[in-house]
Every structure is written in C-alpha cells, then in structure tokens.
C-alpha cells in the first residue's frame, strides 16, 4: 500500500510545479507536418465458391468482391491546417442456383435463379483554414465536398456536392502533450531545457494528430525514436511508455483560445446561409 502511493505522489509533485509556471503553454506554437496515408481494405476482395451436389439435384454459385481505398493528406503549420480525403469503394454479390427437376436428372428442364447487386462510391471532402499573419488571429476557410453513390439493378444513384467560405477569429490548441513532455522530462531524468521540451512536445502531438501512421508498420517504432532523440534516455523507453499510455500518469486533455467563426454553405439541391458561432476558452 506504500509503495502504491509513490508514484502517484510523484506525478503529483510533477504536475504541481509545473503549474507554478505556465510560461511553456505560451510559447509553444503551432507544429508545422504534413503526412499522406493510403488504405486498401475489403472483407472479400474476390470470393468465388461453386457447390455441384448431385444428391439434392442443384448447382450453387455465389461471386463476392468488396473493396474500400481510402486516402488522406494533412498539412499544417502556424498559418494553414489543411485535410483532404478521398474514398473509393465498391461491392457485387452474385448468388445463382441451379435447381434440377427430381423427374429429369439429365438437367434440360432445370430452373435458375439468380440474384445480383453492386454498389460503387466515390467522394472527395476538403477542409482549409488560412491563417492571416498570426496563427491565433484572423483567418478565412473554404471546404469543398463531392460524393457519389450508384446502386445496381435499380440503377439509383445520388451526388451530394457541398462548398462553404467563410471565416474568423481565433485558434484552439491543444496542450496536452506539453505536460506529458514535461512530465517525461522530469521522470526519466533527462532534465530538458524548454526549447527541447518544446521539439518533444511536437513529436508527442505529430503522433496523436495520425503523423507518424505513415510509417506504416514502424509507426511506434519512428515515434519512440524521435523521442529518444530528444531525451537521450533509451533506457527508460519501457517509462516513457508508461507515462503515455497508463491510467498511473493519465492526463486529460488541456485546450486554450477561443475560436469564432461564420460560414456560408451552398449544396446541390439549394443554397442557403447558416452562421456557425464557436467560441471556446479553457
């Protein structure tokens, strides 16, 4: 039970005089990355399975093909956040069975039935905020949207197009990762100064925003290593870890500024005005 009580009270203290100075949510500015992610999915891809039984007189043939390629490009800096995404996806099933008349074996007066369905998708959304002069003041925005859907043997098919302009004040930042940096740098001993505390507090936030997901495979891996460049510790990795990712040094997330914004939305169907107000301040 004491020694329960020892690393709690560590982060504790950690925290504590860390809130004595708040100097280092002041400075930290907005990351500039870019990162580009492909996926390729499908619960089938191509599934082909032919039943020939000759005891319950029918022929089954089923044909499946399911895929999804979704792809995602993020760039941001003190001046620009910018997202694009782009999906494409498309499935057919085919179900046909032969059924053999009990009377005829020979198969010449057999029935077929036969169902067959596809639907393809394709969309594309952009969402752009441009920063004018300083990355917390002013700002104009435009998104563009395009999604289309088309449905087979009905021969249905849907487009939703969307673009909006507007603009406004203001930023919210994330802060979170400040403390966990802070904290990483008093718990493994590495005693960072501020500006490097600062280039951990980046690497922490890349990871969180999806950056690192364009390693693929080796996500964690490049994350912990452009940690450890930093630390120079690569013998606390296993605490680092710790601090992260256990309900032991769980911080809950910190926002700041406030953010007010106005839009004007035009789709297919009509246009129409719609003032969008948000104003956050933590």
Not at 96 to 106: A, G, H, T, V
Not at 126 to 135: A, H, V
Not at 265 to 276: A, H, K, M, W, Y
């Amino acid at each position: 039970m004491k020694y329960g009580l020892i690393i709690p009270l560590v982060v504790f203290c950690a925290l504590n005089s860390f809130a004595q100075s708040t100097k280092l949510f002041y400075d930290y500015k907005i990351p500039t990355y870019s990162f580009h992610t492909l996926h390729l999915s499908g619960q089938d891809f191509l599934n082909y399975l032919k039943i020939k039984s000759g005891e319950l007189h029918q022929d089954d043939e089923n044909v499946n093909i399911n895929f999804d390629l979704y792809d995602r490009f993020v760039h941001q800096s003190p001046l620009y956040t910018g997202v694009t995404e782009t999906n494409l996806s498309y499935s057919y099933r085919m179900e046909k069975r032969y059924e053999i008349l009990l009377n005829d074996p020979s198969g010449s007066f057999g029935q077929e039935k036969k169902t067959e369905i596809s639907q393809s998708y394709f969309g594309i959304n952009t969402m752009n905020d441009f920063y004018l002069g300083e990355e917390r003041g002013s700002f104009i925005s435009g998104n563009f949207g395009w999604n289309y859907n088309y449905i087979t043997p009905s021969k249905n098919f849907y487009t939703v197009t969307g673009i909006s302009i507007g603009g406004g004040y203001g930023r919210i930042v994330r802060l979170r990762a400040v403390v966990q940096a802070y904290i990483i740098s008093k718990e493994t001993g590495a005693d960072l100064s501020d500006g490097d505390i600062l280039k951990l507090t980046e690497i922490i936030e890349k990871w969180s925003s999806g950056y690192y997901s364009k390693y693929r495979d080796d996500s964690e891996i490049e994350f912990y290593k452009a940690i450890i460049s930093i630390t120079k510790k690569p013998e606390q990795i296993s605490k680092i870890q710790q601090i992260l990712n256990s309900p032991v040094y769980k911080t809950t997330e910190r926002l700041d500024g406030m953010k007010v914004k106005a839009r004007l939305l035009v789709t297919q169907i009509s246009g129409e005005i719609i003032f969008i107000f948000q104003k956050l301040k933590i």
